[in-house]
């Protein structure tokens, strides 16, 4: 076997140090709470923070998603938001799970009901933490792109909000990232 040059052992241990780097900085996978009782995810939760994101830019306050399950099983999803002139902004899409009953991961799109056999329409809505009395949800998805934090009410209590971010910092949010939400 020929020797390595020590200008290839160099190389050779600054590759291995920038790859140990790079899985030493990337999070864990994105872990889901173990599962969620559909029917009583149904309603009104209210934006209390977010990652800022290109499809809701127009919203400024009163950031809400109204979930209802309809006759055929399958669950529609009206966000509403206030622009900056005061006008109300909707948006009317779907929501369906992917794997068991009670599987916390689910899909929207807010595409025409013609467009969703196109895998791209669907996003991915994946609950990662959760109140056991369905008061507050932490939604986001495998690459963490996306974040919200929801309540039932317009308002979280502060210590409750604090908790939740520890949590997500835990699991590799970009704390500097979230937008905390005007009602």
Same mark, same amino acid.
């Given at each position: 076997?020929?020797?390595?040059?020590?200008? /290839?052992? #160099?190389? #050779?241990?600054? $590759?291995?140090?920038?790859?140990?780097?790079?899985? !030493?900085?990337? =999070?864990?996978?994105?872990?889901?709470?173990?599962?969620?009782?559909?029917?009583?995810?149904? *309603?009104?939760?209210? +934006?209390?923070? /977010?990652? =800022?994101? !290109?499809?809701?830019? /127009? $919203?400024?306050?009163?950031?809400?998603?109204?979930?209802?399950?309809?006759?055929?099983?399958?669950?529609?999803?009206?966000?509403? $938001?206030?622009?900056? /002139? *005061? +006008?109300?902004?909707?948006?009317?899409?779907?929501?369906?799970?992917?794997?068991?009953?009670?599987?916390?991961?689910?899909?929207?799109?807010?595409?025409?009901?013609?467009?969703?056999?196109?895998?791209?329409?669907?996003?991915?809505? !994946?609950?990662?933490?959760?109140? =056991?009395?369905?008061?507050?949800?932490?939604?986001?998805?495998?690459?963490?792109?996306?974040? !919200?934090?929801?309540?039932?009410? =317009? +308002? #979280?209590?502060?210590?409750?909000?604090?908790?939740?971010?520890?949590?997500?910092?835990?699991?590799?949010?970009?704390?500097?990232?979230?937008?905390?939400?005007?009602?």
């Amino acid at each position: 076997m020929a020797r390595l040059t020590s200008a /290839k052992r #160099l190389a #050779l241990a600054a $590759c291995l140090g920038l790859m140990a780097a790079a899985a !030493w900085a990337q =999070p864990a996978p994105l872990a889901t709470v173990p599962s969620v009782d559909v029917p009583r995810y149904m *309603g009104t939760w209210y +934006e209390i923070a /977010k990652y =800022p994101n !290109w499809f809701q830019k /127009k $919203c400024v306050s009163s950031t809400s998603a109204t979930y209802s399950l309809q006759a055929d099983g399958q669950v529609q999803v009206l966000n509403r $938001c206030k622009t900056a /002139k *005061g +006008e109300w902004s909707e948006a009317l899409g779907q929501a369906r799970q992917i794997g068991r009953a009670n599987s916390p991961r689910l899909q929207v799109r807010f595409a025409p009901s013609w467009l969703s056999f196109i895998p791209l329409v669907w996003g991915n809505y !994946w609950i990662i933490d959760l109140d =056991p009395q369905y008061q507050w949800v932490v939604v986001s998805e495998p690459s963490r792109e996306y974040l !919200w934090i929801l309540s039932r009410t =317009p +308002e #979280l209590p502060a210590a409750t909000y604090q908790s939740l971010q520890g949590k997500l910092a835990a699991n590799g949010f970009d704390l500097q990232r979230i937008q905390p939400s005007s009602p």
